[in-house]
Each structure stands twice: as C-alpha cells, then as structure tokens.
C-alpha cells in the first residue's frame, strides 16, 4: 500500500515536515550526554559508575547509529550537504561505519524487504530458534564476541589484498579516514584532560558490548519471526516502555511499520504517523507488539 493510498495530502505534508533546530538540540544532547558519562567515572572511579557509564554511552553510541540512519534517508537535516555532513562526522565515523555505503545497501533493504534481495536478510534468518541459542547469541553480545568480530571483519576488509603493507595501511587509511580521525579526536581531548586511558575503558568496552546487545534487539524486534507480504505484516511496531526506551528506541526507531510505510518522515514526526493509522482503523492489520516479550517469546522454537 502506498503512502498515496493511506494519507491524505495535508497529512503527508505534516509528516513530511523537517525541523532542523530539533536535530541540532538532539545531536548536542547526544554527544554532552558521552561527556557526562565520562565525566561521571573520571570523578567518581568505582564498579557502578562504570557499569552507569557504559550503559549510557553505547545508548548515545546506538543512538549515532539511529541518526545515521535517518542521515541515510535524508532526515537529519534540510540541506542535503549538512545533512550528510552530520550523519558522517556526528554519528557515523565515530562508531566505524558510513553513510554513503549504507545508503545504497538500505534502500534495497526498503526495495526487497524480507526477499532473497534483502541485504538485511541475514539478520532474521536464523529466526525461530532455540531458547539456548538466543542466551548465547546475547552472552556473545555482552561478552564483547560478536563485537570483536564485527570490526575486526571491518578491519579486514579495508586492509584488502594488497601487494605491499604500505599499500594496505593506505587503503585502511583510506576506507577508515573518518573513524581515525574522530576518535583520534575523542581521545585527544580525553589526553588533554590527562584522561586518554578512559578512552579504550569508555568508549570500545561499550561498543563491543551493550551496543552489540542494544543493536541485536532492534534487529530482532523489527522484522524477525514474521511472514507476510506487506509492510504491515512483515514489519513490526513495537510498543517500548519509557524506561527502555533510552536504550532501546531511541530516536522512536521502535516506530518501524510507519518507517517503512513512510520512508520520508523524520523520526520524531513517527509517532504522529502512528497515530494517523490508528485514527485510520488500521492497526488492526499491522505487526504491533506491547513490549519485547511478546516478540521474545515469538521468536523462540516452542
């Protein structure tokens, strides 16, 4: 069904709405949230402000990751320069990835949602499973596993083949240029402060982490244990308690049924685009689950 179909041309304009000056103020919030957790540990050193701490910046890093995302779709910001300026440099590079390259794997994911053309389809695949098999996967989450394997294959592939170590370390150079660059930054201004140690211990420990498990509930929760043949049915909306939703559904990504129906709506635009479906009677044939256990327990072998 397309948006066409569904909205009226006042709505459409409604969602489609773009305010700047919201994504200035989340962007600085993002990153002044990074410093207080830093800060947080640096002054009061002890197991629980690190846990605190850690928790807090692989949230704003999984929020970079949101936000670059809404960068690929050309949300973030009206000017298509800015916006890309600040999808790269503000949420991307910081956590080794990139706009460019994975705006052109997402749209395909949009284009051939849960078909053999999915780029994305390797993430739900191996749903149903086992209640092992999911404590596993998670133990590899928080353990630092399945992040330790995700950059290292990052890693490997901008080393590439190359005939002379020379040639490889300038094609990682290269590939990576914004990630070295930013976080040469972070732990720049981190020494300056006689504190680059806290940046291995505060920004990778949560990376490799609570990232890796925050990452792996969206992807389970958005498309995994599903079989339809629209957006409504081989999409899920899910409904996210506040307290969870900080490190969970930031940005309103849990919003994901409205997000493929209405690829051009900004993300704090999506809770009104919900609303409209359910003034429009159709929630009744959308995926929409009232928490995670629902999915959970959908995904699991019975």
């Known amino acids: 069904m397309t948006p066409e179909k569904i909205l009226n041309p006042s709505e459409m304009s409604e969602l489609k709405e773009k305010k700047d000056l919201i994504n200035i103020i989340a962007l600085a919030s993002m990153w002044v949230q990074v410093g207080?957790?830093?800060?947080?540990?640096?002054?009061?050193?002890?197991?629980?402000?690190?846990?605190?701490?850690?928790?807090?910046?692989?949230?704003?890093?999984?929020?970079?990751?949101?936000?670059?995302?809404?960068?690929?779709?050309?949300?973030?910001?009206?000017?298509?320069?800015?916006?890309?300026?600040?999808?790269?440099?503000?949420?991307?590079?910081?956590?080794?990835?990139?706009?460019?390259?994975?705006?052109?794997v997402h749209s395909q994911h949009h284009k051939f949602t849960d078909s053999e053309k999915d780029p994305d389809l390797g993430l739900t695949e191996a749903f149903p499973t086992s209640r092992q098999s999911l404590i596993r996967k998670f133990l590899r989450d928080l353990s630092g596993i399945a992040g330790f394997r995700r950059y290292s294959a990052v890693l490997i592939s901008a080393w590439g083949k190359e005939n002379t170590i020379f040639a490889s370390l300038k094609r990682v150079f290269f590939k990576l240029k914004g990630f070295l660059i930013t976080n040469l930054i972070i732990f720049g201004i981190l020494l300056f402060f006689g504190q680059g140690w806290s940046y291995l211990l505060l920004w990778w420990i949560p990376m490799l982490t609570f990232f890796s498990l925050?990452?792996?509930?969206?992807?389970?929760?958005?498309?995994?244990?599903?079989?339809?043949?629209?957006?409504?049915?081989f999409t899920r909306t899910t409904i996210v308690p506040w307290y969870l939703k900080y490190f969970?559904?930031?940005?309103?990504?849990?919003?994901?049924?409205?997000?493929?129906l209405f690829?051009?709506?900004?993300?704090?635009?999506?809770?009104?685009a919900h609303q409209m479906l359910i003034e429009k009677g159709l929630t009744e044939e959308m995926e929409v689950s009232n928490g995670y256990m629902p999915v959970l327990k959908k995904i699991l072998i019975q």
């Open 263 to 272: 690829t051009f709506c900004p993300w704090y635009n999506l809770p009104k």
């Open 36 to 104: 207080l957790a830093f800060a947080l540990f640096i002054q009061y050193p002890n197991p629980f402000t690190f846990f605190i701490s850690a928790l807090v910046i692989a949230a704003k890093q999984f929020q970079m990751v949101v936000f670059m995302h809404d960068g690929a779709h050309g949300l973030i910001f009206k000017n298509r320069k800015l916006n890309d300026w600040a999808s790269q440099w503000l949420c991307a590079f910081p956590v080794m990835t990139d706009t460019l390259p994975y705006r052109k």
């Open 214 to 233: 925050f990452y792996r509930i969206r992807s389970i929760t958005e498309h995994s244990g599903l079989n339809g043949s629209d957006d409504f049915s």
């Open 248 to 260: 969970l559904a930031p940005l309103n990504v849990n919003y994901h049924i409205e997000h493929h």
